[in-house]
């Protein structure tokens, strides 16, 4: 079956820690999102990707990274930089037809330890 | 810069009533996505609304777009339990490369 694999679902970061999250998609999709959803709240886009070797920021890229050096994959690393990391992760995905909804992944659950 | 309002943030209805979902927007678009999620779970597309004066069905729930009023309707018809959920809208001002998701409305459907 097609899809979006996130993994872990859980993590924990301790102080001045860099962690990364996986998410990896065989869809065959040219583009792939980062979003973090804090509790009560609508999704804010981190990062995007429309193609291979290519990323730009999103509203809220400050204290993250990512790469996409294959175009199944784009990990996102969480910095030390970003003060409050604690909230749910979503990774999604989309065809380059304008007429496709973007499809999500079942989201990583970050806190602070 | 774009803003997309939903209305209301919280609704609970009783089972078997009607009810819409208001999405507003700031900049023109014609790209409009319904989503719906689960508590502690993932995002499910519902409806996509490509062009003004678009309507899609499935089941008992509606969407409409109008361009024109920058407004997006989510109507619900007799609602059911199953359909409590959040809903969002999300809104593509870039050709189709981004969107930007209203606040979500959290629908709680009572017996």
């Known amino acids: 079956d097609g899809g979006i694999t996130q993994s872990p679902k859980y993590l924990f970061r301790k102080e001045g820690q860099n962690v990364t999250l996986s998410c990896e998609q065989n869809?065959?999709?040219?583009?792939m999102y980062w979003y973090r959803q804090d509790p009560g709240q609508g999704l804010r886009l981190i990062y995007y990707?429309?193609?291979?070797?290519?990323?730009q920021k999103g509203d809220i890229a400050e204290g993250y990274s990512v790469s996409r050096e294959k175009k199944e994959s784009f990990p996102l690393t969480v910095t030390s930089a970003q003060k409050n990391p604690t909230a749910f992760y979503l990774c999604?995905?989309?065809?380059?037809?304008?007429?496709?909804?973007?499809?999500f992944g079942d989201g990583t659950r970050l806190s602070i330890l | 810069e774009l803003k997309v309002e939903q209305n209301p943030l919280f609704l609970s209805m009783q089972e078997e009533k009607n009810y819409t979902i208001y999405c507003n927007y700031s900049?023109?678009?014609?790209?409009l996505y319904w989503y719906r999620q689960d508590p502690g779970k993932s995002l499910e597309s519902l409806f996509v609304?490509?062009?003004?004066?678009a309507v899609k069905q499935e089941g008992r729930l509606m969407a409409s777009l109008d361009t024109k009023a920058r407004l997006s309707t989510l109507h619900i018809t007799a609602a059911v339990h199953d359909l409590s959920a959040t809903y969002f809208c999300?809104?593509?001002?870039?050709?189709?490369?981004?969107?930007?998701f209203g606040e979500g409305t959290q629908l709680t459907v009572n017996p």
């Open positions: 900049t023109t678009s014609d790209r």
């Open positions: 999604a995905s989309k065809t380059g037809a304008s007429n496709q909804p973007q499809h």
């Open positions: 609304l490509l062009s003004n004066g």
């Open positions: 990707s429309q193609i291979v070797n290519d990323f």
């Open positions: 869809l065959n999709h040219d583009a």
């Open positions: 999300a809104v593509d001002i870039w050709s189709g490369s981004r969107l930007t």
